[in-house]
């Protein structure tokens, strides 16, 4: 169980995640894919914003 939980505090694995979900979107409307993308890029930035590079965290 700490294993999984480990890995949900890494950045790669919500990267990872995310990319997932927007590949999805392209079997579907070209706007509706856009969207998705769109949404799947944001999402990452703000992954890279919320969480810390492996190794600083408390410092």
């Not at 949900?8 to 392209?26: D, F, M, N, P, Y």
């Not at 579907?28 to 949404?39: C, K, R």
């Amino acid at each position: 169980m700490n294993y999984i939980l480990d890995r949900l505090t890494e950045r790669s694995t919500w990267q990872g995640a995310v990319a997932l979900v927007a590949a999805l979107g392209v079997n579907l409307s070209p706007d509706l894919t856009n969207a998705i993308i769109a949404f799947g890029v944001a999402a990452v930035g703000l992954i890279h914003v919320l969480f810390p590079e492996s190794g600083k965290v408390g410092q």
